[in-house]
């Protein structure tokens, strides 16, 4: 078997136990951060170097979801960089990066928008009137509003649902050349774990940049025309 | 997942309260902390109001390991079922295809390997937009109307039957006046035309033609076709698939195969020529563009994209290199000038004249450099390779066939296998034992003198690149050699005289020596094991027929053979030109040709058209021209359509009849596409088919029809005691299990594979419909058959494949010079190919260069996939069609500024073949050559649910029933006929009847020299 399926299968593992017996204290490894929550602080990691903009992760969050005709909770944003010849056609997958101080939380005048000690950013549709005004505070465009239910907004969790069973969010899962590597910040693991000590997500305290709970692998390539 | 239940019935006002109990998983995640605005106490998460439910495997689903067909990548699919629905595809963890190349041990437990995630494209996870598309069709069809007319009724099973196979005066009620002729009519071996005997039995009149066929069903249809039938006109549609670079390699390697790519788990630079590595391939994106991209993370690969259109690999390229279409040739040409002239070739390689010598060097495959051709027109064996019974008549028993080569030191002529190593760029004038002069060069030799007739300046200029960009490319891909190969693919001499080009291509492997190595261009390690023969003969049969003749493409057929030669030899003196082209060097599975050859009634005519799963119209550059074609019953006297809906081609057909989607049928055996690995994947259903059934219970599809067929004609191969065991039995073929569940046991028998454990037997036999025919096998071979199908296929691993760095699958030899090529004749001039490198810019079949020829139209045309579309049937990926709702025309921003034009302008595209052009939206890009204009295909569909048609009890055909059907009419769907088919724009060859153009050597479909003038559109 091959170490990267196993690492995979190892978070799986770890997720679920995680799941069946409450929280593991946190990571004992040297030098790694140490969080005082014992709740897993999930995050996901993007490398752009990476990333073929094969649009897989969008169909399977797509399918999974099942979000509004036309509305994205995780797309991929191409963009060309440089002048001819010298152009590239980047890909760049977007979705809601759990901010530190989320704007749209802020935004939002009935307080359906909060922060769950996990790090992640949730709306209750219960308080969301479908306003729109968190759409419009999102930094990174990655909101929606659902017509389907009275334009309530929407973005991505992170597959909650899927990560209360123990399975990854679908795009990660669906992405064929792991771009998108998910992984728990208090118990970093395999590939997540590496990412998280070689690309300098960590600050000189070597405590983990807790802006976003989306971090980018920029991308290093440099043509040579 | 839930997709396609009815949103109104999820009733999630459920309200999901955040216990702060213990096994609340919720409450793990955090409930309430200070760091939420919300007491935190609960929350209704959108997820409930919408519906959704986690994907992954319930309790209550089942789960089939079977093979994909979202494309023709082979990729293993995880089919999870709920209530006998398709909910979800996941990837297979044991394919190689869905695990970065490295998948779960092949031993593992089916029940752990179902928990692993496996990734596949989004392709694959649209399977049920496709499988439960409101448009497929349930019920034969006949035609109600003229054709095309788009009025189609339904017609009973047995009735179906009846009249294709006996004929009769089918549409008299709509006044055709014509006896049609069933296919019992043409069950004759009289001769198809009686002047022109070598054209074959009237059998060859019934052809085949397959759109996405793969093996498995192949299998099954060249049974009826060729053996039981006995016609040679199965067709397959190799030809717009990609024939172009597929020639080059046909040429490379001797015809032995037609498929090597760059190995991406072991390349460290890849030459990316008209390769869309990141959107499609085969394999594709999920295997082939991830390998690419994760070892480029890992700074363990580089590559190049030479392309007209920086697609989505030029993210991570060391360079994009905007070529002009149709010059791949001359690229390589300046890279093969540079290569020579600056030593940065293989040279001890190139000089090993065997491949035992070339094994000792490292390497699998070795080149035929130094063989010597003789180059004396007055010799006999002239363009031939010199034999050292040439040499010497008397050369012993065995050795008399042998290449020559100059053996490096002493000079002297000696035979290849004997030499140690031969001497490279040489010619000499030797002497037989008659003491006859002979003129020899080495291949070498005469490729050097191909590629040396243009300077690096000129093969520049016709490239539209700049010198150095050759240069650098160059000297790159030999500094990395032998890690380094070329990815040529469907864009690389997909063209009118493409053969040449992609030809030149491959040699830049040979000459770096990355032949069949680790890292380097590298063909398929082929299937597991045979499905062909072991415990069932699925091969013979009695009475088992041999088709002959000359297809009606004239592929692998030589002109000068023919009667129409010889008749116009003894009148006009040179017997040329041939009415058409004939293609005696090809691949083969010519359909353009085929089409072309019916509408010319040439060299014989078609009675009776079966087109399956094919849509030609459509996906054939030029295929337009083919309405004409389809609709006259002179040229196509009966035409029955096999397919899953009504598309742009049976929209002509008399019959259609309906047929099952990958996740009810198609039962495969898959082996890879190059390169390198080596696996069988097995396909089998994982739902039960939705279409009508006959009265005994069978699913109308495919197999059912042609084995009905074949029994009322009497056809030998189907029906009772047909299928020889190996204790001299036989046995029966009613219904499609009984021929695909014996291949699949010969395949896992002949593997050697072990029986499956009691816990693993039951999980194939609750979860996979198949199961239900297990007493079709003895008990041990379907225990073993249970094996592998809970892994859905043998898979080997890459490592599998190698020895040290030596592929054990590999081609013993490829070619710089190929002996018959060069004594193969074009059948229009009378002239001899090439045997080796040529430059030959693209031209029409009078020789008229294109570019010259089309001056007044500016643009080139470039077609391309996306990453979310197969070629033509994705159209009812809804969620594709979300993400792109229409195909745009693609053209450089400074281009459309000095048209005066603006992105999301409406323009029109006019062609020489299309005067009055397709209508599209303007996207500027700087991703598009300049005088480039590039169009996907997909989209622009004027049927599959695009149109209305006229059908009779519509809610009854159609899986949507009355969503889609209402007062007679199919209610279609706008989004589906949005954007615009590039191929409506292709040139049409005026000197050969005004059908799509063809590369003249190998029948390659022309997709990249049709020339458009861009309009604003009023």
């Keep these: 078997m091959s170490a990267d399926m196993s690492s995979r299968r190892d978070l799986l593992k770890g997720a679920g136990i995680f799941f069946l017996s409450m929280a593991r204290p946190g990571s004992a490894r040297a030098g790694m951060p140490e969080f005082s929550e014992k709740v897993p602080q999930w995050a ?39 002048t001819c010849p010298s152009v590239r056609l980047i890909s760049s997958p977007v979705l809601c990066h759990h901010c530190k101080d989320p704007k749209c939380l802020f935004a939002c005048p009935n307080g359906a928008i909060f922060k769950l000690s996990c790090g992640m950013v949730v709306t209750d549709w219960e308080r969301c009137t479908g306003d729109g005004n968190c759409v419009k505070a999102c930094p990174h465009g990655a909101r929606i509003q659902d017509s ?58 070597r405590r983990v940049n807790m802006e976003s709970r989306v971090l980018y692998v920029p991308l290093t390539a440099k043509m040579r025309c | 997942m839930k997709r396609g239940k009815n949103k109104e019935k999820t009733n999630s006002e459920r309200r999901r309260f955040v216990k702060t109990a213990a096994l609340s998983a919720l409450a793990l995640l955090g409930e309430g902390r200070a760091e939420s605005r919300q007491d935190g106490r609960f929350w209704k998460d959108p997820r409930e109001i919408q519906g959704v439910e986690a994907s992954g495997r319930k309790a209550d689903s089942r789960v089939v390991h079977s093979v994909c067909l979202g494309c023709n990548a082979r990729c293993g699919n995880r089919m999870v079922v709920k209530d006998g629905r398709l909910e979800g595809v996941e990837g297979n963890p044991y394919h190689p295809y869905n695990s970065l190349g490295a998948p779960i041990n092949y031993s593992t437990p089916a029940a752990e390997a179902m928990s692993l995630p496996s990734p596949v494209c989004g392709k694959a996870i649209e399977a049920p937009e496709y499988v439960y598309s409101p448009y497929r069709i349930l019920q034969p069809l006949k035609r109600a109307g003229r054709r095309g007319e788009g009025k189609f009724e339904p ?14 005066r089918l549409f008299a009620h709509l006044g055709e006046d014509r006896r049609v002729a069933g296919l019992k009519d043409l069950d004759s071996d009289a001769p198809v035309d009686p002047r022109a005997p070598e054209l074959g039995p009237l059998r060859n009149a019934f052809v085949f033609m397959t759109g996405r066929l793969q093996h498995g069903r192949k299998a099954f249809i060249d049974r009826f076709v060729k053996n039981s039938f006995g016609s040679i006109n199965r067709v397959g549609h190799t030809d717009i698939c990609g024939l172009g670079f597929r020639m080059g390699n046909f040429i490379f390697t001797e015809g032995k195969q037609v498929e090597l790519k760059a190995d991406p788990w072991g390349a460290e630079y890849i030459l990316v020529l008209g390769a869309n ?62 290569i020579i002239e600056n030593r940065a070739y293989n040279m001890e390689y190139l000089c090993a004249p065997n491949a035992g010598e070339a094994r000792a060097l490292g390497n699998s495959a070795y080149v035929n450099a130094t063989h010597l051709v003789i180059t004396d027109p007055g010799h006999p064996n002239y363009r031939k390779f010199l034999r050292m019974s040439d040499l010497r008549p008397d050369t012993k028993k065995g050795n008399g066939d042998a290449y020559v080569v100059l053996s490096q030191g002493d000079g002297l002529p000696v035979p290849f296998n004997e030499a140690r190593r031969g001497c490279l760029d040489e010619e000499r004038v030797l002497i037989d034992a008659q003491g006859r002069r002979i003129a020899v060069k080495t291949a070498f030799r005469l490729m050097k003198q191909g590629a040396m007739e243009y300077s690096l300046e000129e093969y520049a200029g016709f490239a539209g690149v700049e010198r150095a960009l050759i240069e650098q490319t160059a000297r790159e891909f030999s500094s990395h050699a032998p890690r380094a190969a070329v990815c040529q693919y469907h864009g690389a001499g997909n063209y009118v005289c493409g053969t040449y080009a992609a030809y030149a291509v491959a040699v830049l492997n040979a000459l770096v020596g990355s032949v069949e190595t680790r890292g380097g261009y590298m063909s398929s390690g082929g299937g597991a094991a045979t499905w062909k023969k072991g415990l069932f003969d699925l091969k013979n049969f009695p009475q088992r027929r041999r088709p002959g003749g000359i297809r009606i493409s004239r592929a692998k057929a030589a002109y000068e053979n023919t009667t129409e030669f010889k008749r116009k030899k003894a009148t006009s003196g040179t017997g040329y030109p041939a009415r058409r082209p004939w293609f005696p060097f090809t691949k083969g599975g010519l359909c ?39 609709a006259d019953p002179d040229k196509v006297p009966l035409h029955v359509s096999i397919d899953v809906g009504i598309n742009e081609s049976n929209l002509y ?31 089998t259903p994982c739902i039960e088919p939705l279409t009508g059934q006959t009265e005994d219970g069978r699913p109308f599809c495919l197999e059912t029809f042609l084995i009905d067929l074949a029994s009322a004609i009497g056809l030998p191969g189907f029906g009772d005691s047909v299928i020889p065991d190996s204790n001299g039995g036989h046995h029966s073929l009613h219904r499609a299990e009984e021929f695909y569940l014996r291949g699949f046991a010969n395949i896992a028998c002949n593997a050697g594979l072990p029986e499956a454990a009691p816990d693993e037997l039951g999980l194939v036999e609750t979860n996979y419909p198949v199961a239900r025919h297990k007493n079709l096998l003895p008990e041990s071979a379907w225990k073993k058959t249970a094996y592998m199908l809970a892994r859905g296929g043998i898979f080997k691993t890459y490592e599998d494949v190698f020895e040290g760095n030596l592929f054990r699958h590999g081609l013993e030899r490829v070619v710089l010079y190929n002996e018959r090529l060069a004594v193969t004749k074009n059948s229009l001039s009378g002239e001899y190919f090439p045997g080796t490198l040529k430059y030959l810019p693209p031209a029409d079949s009078l020789g008229r260069i294109i570019d010259s020829r089309d001056r007044d139209y500016p643009f080139h045309l470039v077609t391309y996939k996306l990453n979310i579309h197969t070629q033509s049937r994705t159209v009812w990926h809804l969620l594709a ?27 029109r595209l006019l062609s020489r073949g299309n005067p009055r052009g397709v209508q599209g939206r303007l996207k500027t890009v700087r991703t598009c050559r300049k005088g480039c204009v590039c169009v996907s295909f997909h989209y622009g569909h004027t049927q599959l649910g695009a149109s209305s048609l006229m059908v009779k009890d519509g809610n009854k055909v159609f899986l949507g029933g009355e969503k889609v059907w209402a ?28 059908t799509p153009m063809v590369d003249l050597v190998g029948g390659i479909p022309d997709f990249s020299t049709t020339r458009v003038r861009v309009v604003r559109d009023q």
């Design chain 2, 881 to 907: 069609l979300e993400i792109l709702p229409e195909n745009r025309v693609l053209m450089h921003e400074e281009d459309a500024g000095l048209l005066g034009l603006k992105n999301g302008d409406r323009v």
């Design chain 1, 44 to 82: 996901m990691i993007i490398d752009l170097n990476r990333c073929m903009g094969c649009q897989s992760c969008v169909i399977a969050c797509k399918a999974e979801n099942e979000t509004v005709r036309g509305g994205f909770l995780t797309r991929i944003v191409s963009k060309e960089v440089g």
């Design chain 2, 653 to 683: 057909a008399d019959y259609i009849v309906p047929d099952v989607t990958y996740a009810e049928g198609h039962y495969g055996w898959l082996s890879p596409h190059a390169p390198a690995l080596k696996f069988t994947g097995i396909r």
């Design chain 2, 277 to 338: 590595i990141y959107s499609a391939l085969q394999p594709g994106v999920n295997t082939y563009g991830a390998a690419v991209a994760k070892r480029y993370s890992e700074n363990r690969v580089r590559f190049t994209v030479v392309d007209p259109r920086g697609h989505e690999a030029t993210a991570h390229a060391d360079a994009w290199i905007p070529i002009k279409p149709g010059q791949d040739g001359a690229f390589a040409m300046g890279m093969i000038r540079w």
């Design chain 1, 148 to 205: 389907r239910f009275g334009n309530r907004a929407d973005a991505c969790d992170f597959c909650l649902h899927r990560l209360e069973k123990g399975l990854l969010p679908a795009c990660v899962e669906a992405c064929p050349s792991r771009a998108r590597i998910f992984g728990d910040l208090t118990n970093p693991q395999g590939e997540f774990l590496s990412y998280i000590e070689d690309m300098g997500f960590l600050d000189r305290d």
């Design chain 2, 155 to 168: 017609i009973e099973w047995d009735q179906l039957i009846k009249e294709i196979a006996f004929g009769g």
């Design chain 2, 967 to 994: 007062g007679g009419k199919l209610l279609p769907d706008p989004a589906f006929a949005r954007g615009l088919n590039p191929n409506y724009l292709s040139n049409l060859d005026e000197s050969l009847g005004d």
């Design chain 2, 592 to 630: 353009v040709e085929t089409l072309s050859g019916i509408d010319q009634q040439y060299p014989y005519g078609c009675k009776a058209l079966f087109t399956y799963f094919f849509n030609p119209v459509y996906s054939i550059p030029g295929g337009y021209r083919f309405r004409e074609t389809l």
